[in-house]
């Protein structure tokens, strides 16, 4: 960077030293000219270097002759046409030097940001994200930060070029003649203060542009990765008018950016032609009348002052490129300077020397970051005894997988502590407490890799033998021993190429090869089809023994195994028992199940007779009467329990 400076800065002298070449060899065509010319005149001869006329006096001659003999035009032209090719091979080199330079350590500016910002992004806690959209950072992790690199690359190097040219050639015009430069550069503040308007204006607008498109990207992003969604439901159109009316806004800031730079542009160039007129007039009256400037120092004060007002208006012209990156950068800068609430990269907190795995909620209270005006979790006390599996149940919600949530330190509680083994995690080591948790989602997410290298992201250090032996706990071996690469075979973008039971029993896999100390599953089965909920079901069946596990699920197959069933309500623990304890107890729990099995019998075509469960039976209050408004007198028909039952399904879960 230092060097490709100095480079630009020297480059940025070729200009005036080329002006101040050519002032001199204008002098010596004038002086060559006018001997010439005086030579032709009848009576005039050159005696002793003088041209004379031949019958005058000697005051005559001393006062009126012109040198001569003493100009070889031939010698003076080879000289300057060697100073010029001097100038233009130096130029090649000091532009190739100043350019390559500046492009390599902008490259390497532009890389360590990258990395310096995902390193940030991955440090940054989940309720950050929930607040920052993944198309706006997608578009600030390209867009912006190519933006960055057009501002600090060649731009920079050529700005510095164009700088010093216009200095260096104001001060040649006020060396060869102060007078007439004054007056050429007299309009330069009204110039400056234009540039001074664009640059704040383009940045502006530049900033507001920019989340534009950062919006109009998160549509964008949306839309390709539920591309099946959208073809599904024919919503093509409709998206690409979604995306074109983000893409307004951004083109109202651009149209009103590139207005202000068309107006003030064409102010500065007006400006520069007034004070070339300006500057023809007055120099014309020092050369002619008054005598004090000779042609070629007024062709270099002229052209000094002509070079150095062009270069300065192209440099004004980088500041667009400056403000764009300036702008795109406070984007940048304000993630990276963020220090993150819960920060998983840390190395502060315990690491306990041996886990039970008792968790603990002690009157937690809970809202997102991005929701702070619905209260999610309301003085939650709850206890998950070590080695049992707990379900969770409740409706939609209630809170339960926000639960998990905070047992995997995603976010911290607004009130009260969560704690494992009587420890508040808020004191550990939070990459420790990860590493004792397995977690298999309703969704998994695999990553476009092969099953192995998916499996292995449970734990970095995992062997080949690691590996297959968590595949096989976790009922995944045999499929994938029948693929032609086995454990190689790419899982496609998300796991597309995986069916819905295969991607669950990788997941699976990817929980157990950390050996973790708790198993949360968050509905693990709730989008399989019966064969492949049965496999998962049995795989997990076979890992819970010697794990705390926690379950949210709300198939009666799944829930029905725990060893304790906690009802949620309104982000609270209404109910704690077995599945006999808690249908004798007719609250929460009995209701779902009531619900789940009529909806059952429905859809295998047995009529419900209304003496099999009678509405009476169904508590209608609970701890805060929540169900108290859903429930209604429940059909008698088999056709009116399914339509019941599908329609319990869309508005809750458990």
Same mark, same amino acid.
């Given at each position: 960077?230092?060097?490709?400076?100095?480079?630009?800065?020297?480059?940025?002298?070729?200009?005036?030293?080329?002006?101040?070449?050519?002032?001199?060899?204008?002098?010596?065509?004038?002086?060559?000219?006018?001997?010439?010319?005086?030579?032709?005149?009848?009576?005039?001869?050159?005696?002793?270097?003088?041209?004379?006329?031949?019958?005058?006096?000697?005051?005559?001659?001393?006062?009126?002759?012109?040198?001569?003999?003493?100009?070889?035009?031939?010698?003076?032209?080879?000289?300057?046409?060697?100073?010029?090719?001097?100038?233009?091979?130096?130029?090649?080199?000091?532009?190739?030097?100043?350019?390559?330079?500046?492009?390599?350590?902008?490259?390497?500016?532009?890389?360590?940001?990258?990395?310096?910002?995902?390193?940030?992004?991955?440090?940054?806690?989940?309720?950050?994200?929930?607040?920052?959209?993944?198309?706006?950072?997608?578009?600030?992790?390209?867009?912006?930060?190519?933006?960055?690199?057009?501002?600090?690359?060649?731009?920079?190097?050529?700005?510095?070029?164009?700088?010093?040219?216009?200095?260096?050639?104001?001060?040649?015009?006020?060396?060869?003649?102060?007078?007439?430069?004054?007056?050429?550069?007299?309009?330069?503040?009204?110039?400056?203060?234009?540039?001074?308007?664009?640059?704040?204006?383009?940045?502006?607008?530049?900033?507001?542009?920019?989340?534009?498109?950062?919006?109009?990207?998160?549509?964008?992003?949306?839309?390709?990765?539920?591309?099946?969604?959208?073809?599904?439901?024919?919503?093509?159109?409709?998206?690409?008018?979604?995306?074109?009316?983000?893409?307004?806004?951004?083109?109202?800031?651009?149209?009103?950016?590139?207005?202000?730079?068309?107006?003030?542009?064409?102010?500065?160039?007006?400006?520069?032609?007034?004070?070339?007129?300006?500057?023809?007039?007055?120099?014309?009256?020092?050369?002619?009348?008054?005598?004090?400037?000779?042609?070629?120092?007024?062709?270099?004060?002229?052209?000094?002052?002509?070079?150095?007002?062009?270069?300065?208006?192209?440099?004004?012209?980088?500041?667009?490129?400056?403000?764009?990156?300036?702008?795109?950068?406070?984007?940048?800068?304000?993630?990276?300077?963020?220090?993150?609430?819960?920060?998983?990269?840390?190395?502060?907190?315990?690491?306990?020397?041996?886990?039970?795995?008792?968790?603990?909620?002690?009157?937690?209270?809970?809202?997102?970051?991005?929701?702070?005006?619905?209260? $999610?979790?309301?003085?939650?006390? %709850? *206890?998950? !005894? #070590?080695?049992?599996?707990?379900?969770?149940?409740?409706? @939609?919600?209630?809170?339960?997988?926000?639960?998990?949530?905070?047992?995997?330190?995603?976010?911290?509680?607004?009130?009260?502590?969560?704690?494992?083994?009587?420890?508040?995690?808020?004191?550990?080591?939070?990459?420790?407490?990860?590493?004792?948790?397995?977690?298999?989602?309703?969704?998994?997410?695999?990553?476009?890799?092969?099953?192995?290298?998916?499996?292995?992201?449970?734990?970095?250090?995992?062997?080949?033998?690691?590996?297959?032996?968590?595949?096989?706990?976790?009922?995944?071996?045999?499929?994938?021993?029948?693929?032609?690469?086995?454990?190689?075979?790419?899982?496609?973008?998300?796991?597309?190429?995986?069916?819905?039971?295969?991607?669950?029993? $990788?997941?699976?896999?990817?929980? %157990? *090869?950390? !050996? #973790?100390?708790?198993?949360?599953?968050?509905?693990?089965? @709730?989008?399989?089809?019966?064969?492949?909920?049965?496999?998962?079901?049995?795989?997990?069946?076979?890992?819970?023994?010697?794990?705390?596990?926690?379950?949210?699920?709300?198939?009666?197959?799944?829930?029905?195994?725990?060893?304790?069933?906690?009802?949620?309500?309104?982000?609270?623990?209404?109910?704690?028992?077995?599945?006999?304890?808690?249908?004798?107890?007719?609250?929460?729990?009995?209701?779902?199940?009531?619900?789940?099995?009529?909806?059952?019998?429905?859809?295998?075509?047995?009529?419900?007779?209304?003496?099999?469960?009678?509405?009476?039976?169904?508590?209608?209050?609970?701890?805060?009467?929540?169900?108290?408004?859903?429930?209604?007198?429940?059909?008698?028909?088999?056709?009116?329990?399914?339509?019941?039952?599908?329609?319990?399904?869309?508005?809750?879960?458990?």
């Amino acid at each position: 960077m230092l060097v490709g400076s100095l480079c630009a800065l020297l480059h940025g002298l070729a200009q005036p030293g080329m002006i101040l070449i050519f002032g001199l060899m204008t002098d010596a065509f004038i002086e060559y000219d006018t001997e010439i010319q005086e030579l032709k005149i009848p009576g005039k001869a050159c005696v002793n270097n003088t041209i004379v006329w031949i019958n005058s006096s000697l005051y005559q001659n001393v006062t009126n002759g012109t040198r001569c003999g003493l100009l070889d035009i031939e010698s003076e032209m080879i000289t300057f046409a060697t100073i010029y090719a001097g100038i233009g091979i130096t130029v090649f080199i000091l532009g190739y030097v100043q350019i390559c330079f500046w492009v390599i350590s902008g490259a390497h500016q532009v890389r360590e940001m990258r990395k310096i910002y995902v390193r940030r992004i991955m440090r940054m806690e989940i309720g950050w994200f929930d607040c920052n959209s993944v198309g706006e950072l997608n578009t600030r992790f390209s867009d912006d930060i190519n933006k960055i690199n057009e501002a600090i690359a060649d731009q920079l190097a050529i700005f510095i070029q164009r700088l010093t040219s216009a200095i260096c050639g104001f001060l040649l015009g006020f060396y060869r003649g102060w007078k007439l430069t004054l007056v050429i550069i007299s309009v330069s503040p009204l110039i400056g203060i234009g540039a001074g308007i664009i640059g704040l204006s383009v940045a502006k607008f530049t900033d507001l542009e920019l989340k534009a498109y950062a919006k109009a990207g998160c549509v964008a992003d949306e839309v390709i990765s539920s591309m099946r969604t959208v073809a599904a439901f024919g919503g093509e159109k409709k998206e690409v008018k979604r995306y074109e009316n983000n893409l307004v806004f951004a083109q109202r800031w651009g149209i009103r950016k590139g207005m202000v730079m068309g107006f003030f542009t064409g102010y500065m160039w007006c400006l520069i032609f007034f004070s070339y007129a300006l500057a023809f007039w007055y120099g014309s009256k020092l050369v002619l009348e008054d005598g004090e400037y000779t042609p070629g120092t007024l062709v270099q004060i002229f052209l000094s002052v002509l070079v150095g007002a062009l270069n300065l208006g192209n440099a004004a012209s980088s500041l667009e490129a400056f403000a764009t990156g300036r702008a795109a950068a406070a984007t940048i800068f304000e993630t990276v300077d963020r220090e993150p609430i819960i920060d998983c990269m840390s190395e502060a907190g315990y690491k306990l020397d041996r886990i039970k795995g008792e968790i603990e909620f002690h009157n937690v209270t809970f809202h997102y970051p991005s929701r702070p005006e619905v209260q $999610i979790l309301n003085n939650l006390n %709850l *206890v998950i !005894k #070590p080695g049992e599996m707990t379900a969770l149940v409740g409706s @939609s919600g209630a809170g339960k997988s926000t639960a998990l949530q905070l047992i995997q330190r995603f976010y911290d509680p607004c009130g009260g502590m969560v704690t494992l083994d009587g420890h508040d995690i808020r004191s550990l080591n939070i990459q420790w407490l990860r590493d004792q948790i397995g977690i298999v989602e309703q969704e998994p997410a695999l990553f476009s890799t092969t099953i192995a290298e998916n499996i292995r992201y449970g734990r970095k250090d995992a062997t080949m033998e690691d590996i297959i032996r968590a595949a096989k706990d976790a009922n995944a071996y045999n499929f994938i021993m029948d693929l032609p690469q086995q454990f190689d075979t790419p899982v496609g973008e998300g796991g597309s190429q995986m069916s819905g039971g295969q991607k669950q029993r $990788i997941a699976i896999a990817r929980a %157990l *090869v950390r !050996k #973790p100390k708790i198993l949360l599953l968050d509905m693990a089965t @709730s989008a399989l089809d019966n064969e492949s909920e049965a496999m998962v079901q049995e795989a997990l069946s076979k890992i819970q023994h010697g794990y705390t596990v926690v379950s949210i699920a709300h198939r009666l197959s799944t829930v029905r195994a725990a060893d304790v069933i906690i009802g949620f309500e309104h982000g609270t623990a209404v109910e704690r028992g077995t599945h006999e304890e808690l249908l004798e107890r007719k609250g929460v729990y009995f209701t779902l199940v009531t619900l789940q099995s009529r909806g059952d019998q429905a859809l295998t075509g047995n009529d419900v007779k209304e003496n099999d469960i009678y509405e009476d039976d169904i508590p209608k209050t609970f701890s805060r009467g929540s169900y108290q408004d859903s429930l209604s007198p429940f059909p008698t028909t088999a056709k009116q329990s399914m339509q019941h039952c599908l329609l319990w399904k869309l508005h809750s879960h458990l």
